[in-house]
């Protein structure tokens, strides 16, 4: 049986609307308080994001918890990972974040967090929407009850984050943009705490500001930050922080597959885990040094599921979840900074020097919105468009499409050797789907 409230990171939506209404979201409080209530430890922690509808969502899946008789204790602002370690390392059966990671201000959503701090697999997720949808249909009215904010608990995830990193950063300038985030306040705390000269961008949220036109999905105002500054480096998160992007010195991107190899690189695992989306060229670069590269569906939920499985201590995304399985039970963008930070002064060399060889293959991303999602193998356009890429590519590319698990959207991922040949190729395959779709 397929979900129908949760897709690949929680339940998301536009705030207030289905599945982010009243009635829904404290039905939801309701079940995930009758989920955790026989826990030794019946206590849900909760944080949010910057996004001004949190605090009312927050009180919904309060009274929806005390219905079953369950506590809650409020973070306030902190990081999507932030809420994963006090789940893991407090007297909680559960974390829940509420944030729509990078997305607009109107939208928002409910990530569910284990006492073991990793989010929940999809059968847990499944039996979950049951118990939703058993509230919904008594017929409940939506109950609220004011969060009350215990300030303690970023203080304890600042220290534990403080506590990884080896050495101190005394003499490295840094410019953070904070999306108007999770990160605004505890990035710049966490860098300076360290020594580091901190700039801090775009860490004044008002909660409708969040990820607009900053963030880790933005970056061109942090690349020319950079160099105005003469920073070593950048880092940018996006609204919960639990992806980062940095820019070198010279004003590089570095995304979520240069931080893989340069981590792969130190740690010299026998794999590292990515998602179907990581550039072929991270996979070449790896095996030039004898690593394997073991791709996933996208999502890091799925990455952590295979380095558990397989008991890698690497793995994450393209798009800046990186996940250090000896430090955190999901991908944290101010953890990631830390630590490819950390190995390029260890190394004495800048970012530019420790993804050099790093040969990136030129890729195209389509996005199409479609009305009336059908599986892509009963659509015979398509699959001739995809069939006639992947015959002129053969090895040296690939194709990905596939729909988003938060947005009715059709992705089309091409990647091949040359920039012209492969807009021309993902263009089609998208023409095709907005053809049988629309």
């Known amino acids: 049986m397929s979900r129908k409230l949760f897709g690949t990171d929680g339940i998301r939506g536009v705030a207030g609307e289905y599945p982010l209404d009243p009635a829904t979201v404290y039905a939801f409080g309701a079940a995930l308080g009758e989920w955790v209530a026989h826990h030794a430890s019946p206590r849900v922690v909760v944080g949010m994001d910057t996004r001004e509808s949190g605090s009312g969502l927050a009180a919904l899946v309060a009274a929806g918890c005390r219905l079953s008789g369950v506590e809650t ?18 007297d909680f059966a559960a974390g829940l ?25 999809d059968e847990e997720e499944r039996l979950l929407e049951q118990r939703i949808f058993d509230y919904l249909g008594r017929g409940l009215t939506p109950q609220s009850q004011a969060p009350v904010i215990d300030p303690a608990f970023d203080r304890n995830y600042v ?33 300076r705490l360290l020594g580091a000269d901190v700039v801090a961008t775009s860490c004044t949220p008002d909660g409708r500001n969040i990820n607009r036109g900053c963030g880790a999905l933005h970056v061109a105002n942090l690349q020319a930050r950079v160099i105005q500054e003469g920073a070593h480096f950048g880092a940018a998160f996006d609204g919960d922080a639990d992806r980062c992007i940095l820019v070198s010195g010279s004003g ?35 095996a030039a040094d004898g690593i394997g590269l073991v791709r996933t569906a996208v999502g890091d939920r799925y990455v952590i599921e295979e380095m558990l499985r397989s008991e ?31 190995i390029a002064l260890q190394s004495g060399k800048t970012l530019d020097e420790l ?4 040969m990136v293959y030129p890729q195209k991303l389509v996005n199409v919105r479609f009305r009336e999602k059908r599986p892509l ?29 938060t947005e009715p959207l059709a992705r089309v991922m091409v990647e091949g050797p040359a920039q012209d040949r492969v807009d021309t190729r993902a263009t089609a395959i998208a023409e095709a789907i907005r053809a049988a779709l629309s």
Request: aromatic share 6%; glycine share 10%; with cysteine.
């Open 73 to 90: 204790c409020f973070a306030g602002i902190t990081t999507t990972p932030g809420v994963a370690h006090l789940a893991l390392n407090g």
């Open 97 to 121: 974040m509420i944030s729509a990671s990078h997305n607009p201000f109107q939208d928002n959503g409910l990530k569910v967090f284990a006492h073991t701090g990793f989010k929940l697999p």
């Open 355 to 358: 993804t050099q060889d790093f």
């Open 377 to 405: 193998e009963e659509l015979p356009e398509v699959q001739a468009e995809i069939r006639a890429t992947e015959a002129e590519f053969g090895q040296a590319g690939r194709v990905l499409v596939r729909f988003s698990g």
């Open 159 to 191: 220290d534990h984050l403080a506590s990884t990193c080896h050495r101190r950063l005394d003499g490295v300038k840094l410019v953070l943009d904070c999306a108007n985030g999770a990160a605004s306040a505890i990035g710049p705390e966490l860098f």
């Open 312 to 342: 890698l201590p690497l793995g994450g995304e393209q798009s800046g979840h990186v996940i250090f399985r000896d430090y955190s039970t999901t991908g944290d963008g101010l953890l990631t900074a830390l630590r490819v930070l950390e």
């Open 252 to 286: 590089k991107i570095i995304d979520g597959d240069h931080c893989l190899l340069i981590a792969a690189r130190k740690l010299r695992p026998r794999a590292v885990v990515a998602t179907v989306m990581s550039n072929l060229g991270l996979e070449r670069a790896l």
